[in-house]
């Protein structure tokens, strides 16, 4: 079972491993994903909000319509707040920010772009963490907003990509995440807080980091 991070009637939260969908993948329907594995333990679920393949961490899933149409209208009223740990190519300034527009399957690779004229409006808060080595840095994102791709893209628009990260790269970062074994895009869903969607209490829950990006800062640090 995955590991679950809290439940009640209305809602659980998971710590989504790295390399699971959240929801059937086009392509090919009969791989695992997110709601196959947990709807064994849990019953019928609604997806609420989404983690990219390769991302880790938490994740809401609602129990009932109620409960999904209360944080739905939560996340699109940008009443949710969310903070990801990343590893990131550089030296990080202690605080950052980017708000470049984005435009979703921008390109042929399906990647997010910026666009000044047909972009959604999105912004990203950062801070550095810790530095890990000469070329690197552990850092806390806050998305204000929550578009496909976001941070990564705003993060290779400051000039420091993710490490590992297999669409928004740098030729350096590639070789850095190379030559120190990072295989997956090290970006993890660490916190999320909003309001429970039947008892109206805030609520904040945190997800472990995992063992890979654990090891990463390890390995790095020198």
């Given at each position: ?21 959240t ?113 690197g ?6 998305p ?17 990509p ?22 997956r ?38």
């Amino acid at each position: 079972m995955m590991e679950l991070l809290y439940q009640d009637n209305d809602l659980i939260a998971i710590n989504k491993p790295s390399g699971l969908s959240t929801l059937p993948e086009g392509w090919d329907s009969s791989k695992p994903h997110v709601r196959s594995i947990v709807e064994v333990d849990f019953g019928p679920l609604w997806i609420v909000h989404r983690l990219d393949k390769e991302t880790s961490g938490v994740l809401l899933l609602a129990r009932n319509a109620a409960a999904h149409k209360s944080l739905n209208d939560q996340f699109a009223n940008r009443q949710i707040k969310k903070m990801y740990s990343a590893l990131v190519f550089g030296h990080f300034p202690k605080t950052a920010s980017c708000a470049l527009p984005l435009r979703i399957n921008g390109d042929r690779r399906h990647r997010t772009t910026v666009d000044h004229v047909l972009g959604k409006p999105a912004s990203t808060d950062f801070e550095a963490v810790e530095y890990i080595e000469d070329c690197g840095s552990w850092i806390n994102a806050y998305p204000k907003s929550g578009y496909t791709h976001q941070i990564r893209f705003h993060c290779l628009s400051l000039g420091f990509p993710i490490l590992g990260d297999p669409l928004y790269f740098t030729a350096e970062s590639k070789t850095f995440s190379n030559q120190n074994s990072i295989t997956r895009t090290m970006l993890h869903a660490s916190q999320i807080t909003f309001t429970h969607p039947i008892t109206n209490n805030q609520m904040t829950l945190s997800a472990p980091l995992p063992e890979d990006f654990q090891n990463a800062i390890t390995s790095l640090i020198k």
